[in-house]
C-alpha cells in the first residue's frame, strides 16, 4: 500500500507540473526557451507549494491527534490555520511586512498563540466535544480578527486582494514564497518525525511515559511549537486550507495500524495527494474566476468531518 501512494503521489506531481499541456505548445511553438520559463517561474513554485502544504497539513494533524488522543484535532479545528492568517494578515497589512520570511513568522506566531489558548482552555486530553468546542471558537475569534484588520487595514484594498488567498490559494507564487515557506515547515516536519516514538508511547498513558524517561509536558510544548511553525508559515504564503488536516490522519492511522506517531508518514503522503488533487480540480474547472483550493477540500471535507462527530457520538453513547 505504501508503495502505491509513493507511486500515485509521483504521478500526481508530474500531472501537477505538466497539466494543462496546451499553454506549453503554444510557449513551444513561439520560442523554445518560453516552456522553461513558465516551468522555472511559475509552475514549479506551485507544484512544490501544493505538495509541501499538503504533507505538512497531514503530519501536523496526525501529530497534533497524537498529542490530544482525539481524531478530531487538525491544523484548521484547533484553529492554528485561523491564528496563523490573522499573524500572517496583521504582519503583512499592519506592521508593513513584506518579506516572505517575515510574513511565515508572522504566520508561526499567529498559530502558536491559538495553540497555546487551546491547550489553556481545553487541556491537552479533554474530550472530543469540549477541543471541538474550543477549537471552533478559537477558529471563529480568529476569522472575525482577521476580517476586523482586513477591513480597518491602512490599504483600502486589503480586504480584495486577501480574499482569494484567505481561502487558498496557489496562483503566482514565487520561488523566493515557496522557500520562505516550505524550508521552515520541512526543518519542523523532520524534528516533529523525530518525536514519533515519543508520541506512540504518550498514548500508552502519561503515566507510564513519564515511568520511562518521557516528559509529557514537554513533548506537548515540542509538538504545538513545531506544528505551529510549520503550518504557519504554509498559511503565510498560500492561505488557510481546512480538512486536510483532519482527512489525511484519518487514513495514516489505518497505515500505521493505530500508531499515532508512525502515522505522521502516510499521513504527510496522503495529504500531499489529496491537496495535489484539489489543486488540480482547480485548474480544470473552465471558468474565468478561479476556485479557491479551500472550497474543493471543504467539499470532500466535510463529510468526513461529519462523519467522524457521528461515530464518536455513537461511541459514547453505547
Do not use: K
Amino acid at each position: 500500500m505504501r508503495l502505491v501512494i509513493a507511486i500515485l503521489l509521483l504521478l500526481l506531481a508530474a500531472a501537477h507540473l505538466l497539466l494543462p499541456l496546451g499553454p506549453l505548445r503554444e510557449a513551444q511553438a513561439i520560442a523554445p526557451g518560453l516552456v522553461q520559463l513558465i516551468l522555472v517561474e511559475l509552475r514549479v513554485p506551485r507544484t512544490l507549494l501544493v505538495l509541501g502544504y499538503g504533507a505538512v497539513l497531514g503530519a501536523s494533524g496526525a501529530a497534533l491527534q497524537a498529542m490530544f488522543a482525539n481524531p478530531l484535532a487538525s491544523p484548521d479545528i484547533s484553529g492554528a490555520s485561523s491564528g496563523a492568517a490573522l499573524g500572517a494578515v496583521l504582519g503583512g497589512y499592519w506592521l508593513g511586512f513584506s518579506q516572505p520570511l517575515a510574513l511565515a513568522a508572522c504566520g508561526a506566531a499567529g498559530a502558536l498563540g491559538t495553540l497555546a489558548l487551546l491547550v489553556a482552555l481545553a487541556g491537552r486530553r479533554s474530550e472530543p466535544a469540549t477541543l471541538l468546542l474550543a477549537g471552533l471558537a478559537i477558529s471563529l475569534a480568529a476569522g472575525a480578527a482577521t476580517s476586523l484588520a482586513l477591513a480597518l487595514a491602512p490599504s483600502p484594498f486589503a480586504f480584495y486582494d486577501a480574499f482569494d488567498w484567505l481561502m487558498g490559494s496557489f496562483t503566482d507564487r514565487s520561488l523566493a514564497q515557496a522557500a520562505a515557506a516550505l524550508v521552515p515547515a520541512s526543518i519542523a516536519i523532520l524534528l516533529l518525525l523525530r518525536r514519533a516514538r515519543a508520541l506512540d508511547l504518550l498514548a500508552l498513558g502519561e503515566d507510564v511515559a513519564a515511568s520511562i524517561g518521557l516528559r509529557p509536558q514537554r513533548l506537548a510544548l515540542e509538538v504545538i511549537a513545531l506544528t505551529a511553525i510549520a503550518v504557519g508559515a504554509c498559511v503565510s504564503v498560500a492561505g488557510a486550507i481546512g480538512f486536510v488536516g483532519l482527512v489525511a490522519p484519518f487514513f495514516g492511522r489505518r497505515l500505521s495500524r493505530g500508531h499515532p506517531g508512525r502515522a505522521m508518514v502516510p499521513a504527510a503522503a496522503i495529504g500531499a495527494i489529496l491537496l495535489t488533487i484539489a489543486d488540480l480540480i482547480v485548474r480544470a474547472v473552465p471558468l474565468d474566476r478561479p476556485i479557491p483550493v479551500g472550497v474543493i477540500t471543504a467539499l470532500f471535507g466535510t463529510p468526513m468531518f461529519v462523519w467522524l462527530v457521528v461515530t464518536m457520538r455513537r461511541r459514547v453513547t453505547a
